[in-house]
């Protein structure tokens, strides 16, 4: 809180999500991670091919939150606000592990 009262511009709370990216031997082996992944929640994974043949699985996570906090200098938000987002943003963390 003491850095966001002394803030001058725009603050954002963001969480990345989980992000994982693996390169595959043959597609096959990239499909059935990408199968698992899907499985297990991960909706926003998939699978990529350069140009050099290289095949890349990812494994993505569509746990992000993005919030705006301050505008100019000014919080819009309480501090119970924030509280509340840092909880949401920890059980997110705890869904990625």
Known sequence: MAALEKATGDVVFKFEPFVLHVL???LQ???L???VAIDSGFRNS???VGKGGKITM???STHCLEVPLSHKG???V???Y???LVHVANQKMEENI
Do not use: K, N, P, Y
């Open 24 to 26: 595959c031997r043959e």
């Open 29 to 31: 082996d990239a499909q």
């Open 33 to 35: 991670l990408h199968s």
């Open 46 to 48: 998939g699978i990529t």
């Open 58 to 60: 990812a494994v993505r």
């Open 74 to 76: 000014r919080l819009m």
């Open 78 to 80: 309480s501090e119970e």
């Open 82 to 84: 924030i509280e509340f």
